[in-house]
């Protein structure tokens, strides 16, 4: 059975950094390699809006909110995606999910809270 479980997220002064992980189980090593895991965040009152993916090994994509701060990467070995966030903002602050499809099925983790204050 697939589980996705965030972790790393806390409380951090504006323009500090976080490195936020996603651990996925369920899944054999070669089909990790191959399967893409995104970034998500929902701020109160808001719509869960894409923050990273990561597509393949090499390959990633970023909200315009996010480009030049924030960084995705895979650890293989662990089964993991990290998204390492630099120069936070309180508009940051925001639940954090990662997310995958497989066979047809979304997958979501519980979330990782990230609240950055000024």
């Known amino acids: 059975q697939v589980h996705l479980v965030e972790s790393g997220g806390g409380l951090v002064q504006t323009g500090g950094s976080l490195k936020l992980s996603c651990r996925v189980s369920?899944?054999?090593?070669?089909v990790f390699w191959d399967i893409e895991v995104d970034w998500y965040r929902q701020a109160p009152g808001n719509q869960?809006?894409?923050?990273?993916?990561?597509?393949?090994?090499?390959?990633?994509d970023y909200a315009d909110s996010a480009k030049g701060r924030f960084t995705i990467s895979r650890d293989n070995a662990r089964k993991s995606v990290n998204l390492q966030m630099n120069g936070l903002k309180p508009e940051d602050t925001a639940v954090y999910y990662c997310?995958?499809?497989?066979?047809?099925?979304?997958?979501w983790g519980p979330g990782t809270q990230v609240t950055v204050f000024s």
């Open positions: 997310s995958m499809r497989y066979r047809g099925q979304d997958y």
């Open positions: 369920g899944l054999i090593l070669s």
């Open positions: 869960r809006e894409l923050v990273a993916r990561s597509i393949s090994d090499r390959s990633t």
